[in-house]
C-alpha cells in the first residue's frame, strides 16, 4: 500500500500500529507514541506484550495532526502555491520523485 491508509485508519480509531519498518510504515508509525516497527517475528511477539503501554489517545492526536483532512488539503494548497509561483518541487513524471520547478 503506498501511503499506508490502514495504519493511518487504525490510528484514527486509536489503535496503535505493529509492522514491518518498509513502504509508509515509517513514515506513519512513531515508535514507542503510536505503535512499534519491527523486522523480525521476535520482536512482534515482545511488541504485542507493549502495545498496552501505549496511549489511545495520543495515536489519534498524532493522525488528526498529521492526516486529518484540514491538514492534507492546507498542505496540499501551499505546495501548489509553490509550484505555481516557481519556488517547489514538482512529481517528476512516473516516477513520484520531487525534482526542482524550472
Same mark, same amino acid.
Given at each position: 500500500? =503506498?501511503?499506508? &491508509?490502514?495504519m493511518?485508519e487504525?490510528?484514527?480509531? $486509536?489503535? =496503535? *500500529?505493529?509492522?514491518? =519498518? @518498509? $513502504?509508509? %510504515?515509517? !513514515?506513519? *508509525? @512513531?515508535?514507542g507514541?503510536? $505503535?512499534?516497527?519491527?523486522? #523480525?517475528t !521476535?520482536?512482534l ?5 507493549? *502495545?498496552?503501554? &501505549? ?5 489519534? %492526536? #498524532? ?6 483532512? !484540514?491538514?492534507?488539503?492546507? #498542505?496540499?494548497?501551499? &505546495?501548489? !502555491?509553490q *509550484? &505555481? %509561483?516557481? $519556488?517547489?518541487?514538482? =512529481?517528476r513524471?512516473?516516477?513520484?520523485r ?5
Open positions: 500500500e =503506498p501511503f499506508g &491508509l490502514v493511518a487504525s490510528l484514527a480509531c $486509536g489503535t =496503535p *500500529v505493529l509492522a514491518a =519498518p @518498509r $513502504g509508509a %510504515a515509517p !513514515e506513519i *508509525v @512513531r515508535p507514541r503510536t $505503535g512499534f516497527l519491527c523486522r #523480525d !521476535e520482536c511477539v515482545a511488541a504485542v506484550g507493549s *502495545v498496552g503501554s &501505549l496511549s489511545r489517545q495520543a495515536c489519534r %492526536a #498524532d493522525m488528526e495532526e498529521r492526516f486529518s483532512i !484540514e491538514r492534507m488539503a492546507r #498542505d496540499h494548497v501551499a &505546495l501548489y !502555491e *509550484v &505555481l %509561483a516557481g $519556488g517547489a518541487g514538482r =512529481p513524471e512516473g516516477t513520484g520531487a525534482v526542482r520547478a524550472g
